[in-house]
């Protein structure tokens, strides 16, 4: 019940900011992300980003984004639950239809 609650305020989160979260194959470049300074770096290829994921480079709450259109989200929202990083899908939040 908890876990429901939770994706309720989720949806009305979403619902405020007019957006909603759509699940979308990894973009194979683009990827770009916030330093710890609030510098963004990028964009990197998809495999380069596996790469650093595999040595530990990324730490959750890390701003990132697949598309530079898309506003940054932290590392750990990006992914679906069960779905290793970088390997076939990735979140994007996208504009809710009028």
């Given at each position: 019940q908890?876990?429901?609650?939770q994706?309720?305020?989720?949806?009305?989160?979403?619902?405020?900011?007019?957006?909603?979260p759509?699940?979308?194959?990894?973009p194979?470049?683009?990827?770009?992300?916030k330093?710890p300074?609030?510098n963004?770096q990028?964009?990197?290829?998809l495999?380069?980003?596996?790469?650093?994921?595999?040595?530990?480079f990324?730490?959750?709450?890390?701003?990132m984004?697949?598309?530079?259109?898309?506003?940054?989200?932290?590392f750990?929202?990006?992914w679906?639950?069960?779905?290793a990083?970088?390997?076939?899908?990735?979140?994007?939040?996208?504009?809710?239809p009028?």
């Open positions: 908890q876990q429901q609650q994706q309720q305020q989720q949806q009305r989160v979403f619902q405020v900011l007019g957006k909603r759509v699940l979308v194959e990894c194979l470049d683009s990827w770009e992300y330093d300074r609030g963004i990028g964009p990197f290829a495999e380069r980003m596996r790469l650093w994921h595999q040595h530990g990324f730490y959750p709450s890390l701003p984004r697949c598309d530079p259109a898309d506003e940054f989200m932290p750990m929202d990006l679906p639950a069960g779905v990083p970088f390997s076939i899908h990735v979140i994007r939040m996208c504009a809710l009028f």
